[in-house]
């Protein structure tokens, strides 16, 4: 193992694999994740993902509500270098200069596209072909410090926010793993970002959560699941909410209002778009437990659920 002294920075599940993987091979002297948060009713502390694995391997963990306030402890373990991935604040200046071979973080992009909290939501929902990791420099300025390294992969019908969540996790990993050899010996290369490719992955809002009919089938069946299984896409059902989490693609041509319920099948429900319908196959109506949409059907009026509207 090498004795490099390393601060990692991270706090989804997302970064869980990554911090595993620098574990194997070098020495992290601490974790800097978020604080933590209370849930639910009974406002339960909960721990995020990055701490729990640190308090297993029985590293220091550092919580700081306001990084550019709190960072001078981070500085007490005189760090080599600093790796981020999923963190969820804007590291300061301070920390970005101290260590010998930098800041660098793992992004779950090809930057310069898709910078922001949001890339792997972002990449489904607005129909990307493929996807990465890009493996970059830290400066002031969200995501758009200088490219070490990029690796792709394919964005597939099959996937799902959950699916791609999984596969860019372990490339994250083995692409740092691969690259960190180059920066420790300094011959990593340092890629400009061009300015005029940058797209951008904010935080999913609420309002984006909700499913517009008025939309392609392709738009909405991207949306589906570009927010499945979490937070989950939902549209309204006599006044309900009702969250879907799998649909497929349709026939292309439909005759109906946008949100009508145009046809009902053994294992789904036909839903008009602006081109043709989208069909629901896992769903979870507000107050009930998710379920496959053949399931659902045996339990109402086929009938009347067919004059009914997504609103």
Same mark, same amino acid.
């Given at each position: ?133 890009? /493996?970059?420099?830290?400066? %002031? *300025?969200? &995501? ?6 990029? @690796?792709?992969?394919? $964005? ?47 935080? /999913?809002?609420?309002?984006? %959560? *909700?499913? &517009? ?6 738009? @909405?069946?991207?949306? $589906? ?87």
């Amino acid at each position: 193992m090498e004795k490099k002294r390393i601060v990692f920075m991270g706090t989804p599940e997302f970064s869980v694999p990554v911090l595993e993987g620098i574990l194997e091979h070098y020495h992290v002297v601490a974790v800097v994740t978020q604080p933590d948060k209370k849930i639910g009713r009974r406002q339960k502390i909960s721990f995020s993902p990055v701490k729990e694995l640190a308090i297993k391997r029985d590293i220091p963990v550092l919580q700081p509500v306001k990084i550019k306030k709190e960072y001078e402890e981070i500085l007490l373990y005189q760090p080599d270098i600093i790796i981020t991935c999923a963190y969820g604040q804007i590291i300061p200046t301070s920390l970005l200069v101290a260590p010998k071979y930098g800041c660098i973080n793992v992004h779950a992009s090809l930057l310069p596209k898709l910078r922001g909290g949001a890339p792997i939501h972002k990449a489904i929902i607005d129909g990307y072909l493929e996807t990465g990791i890009t /493996i970059m420099y830290m400066d %002031e *300025k969200m &995501d758009q410090g200088d490219i070490i390294t990029q @690796v792709k992969t394919d $964005i597939l019908d099959s996937d799902d926010l959950e699916s791609l969540h999984d596969r860019l996790s372990l490339m994250g990993r083995d692409l740092l793993l691969e690259t960190l050899p180059s920066i420790f010996r300094g011959e990593n290369p340092r890629i400009k970002q061009s300015e005029e490719l940058v797209t951008y992955a904010y935080n /999913i809002t609420h309002e984006e %959560e *909700k499913i &517009d009919f008025h939309k392609s089938r392709r738009a @909405v069946f991207n949306q $589906i699941r570009g927010l499945s299984p979490a937070p989950g896409a939902y549209t309204m059902l006599e006044g309900k909410t009702l969250k879907v989490y799998k649909s497929e693609i349709g026939e292309e041509k439909t005759f109906s209002q946008t949100g009508d319920i145009v046809h009902i099948y053994k294992d789904g429900i036909g839903v008009s778009c602006l081109d043709g319908e989208i069909i629901l196959k896992e769903i979870q109506l507000e107050g009930k437990k998710k379920m496959m949409v053949r399931d659902y059907l045996n339990g109402v009026d086929r009938e009347k659920l067919k004059s009914l509207r997504m609103e």
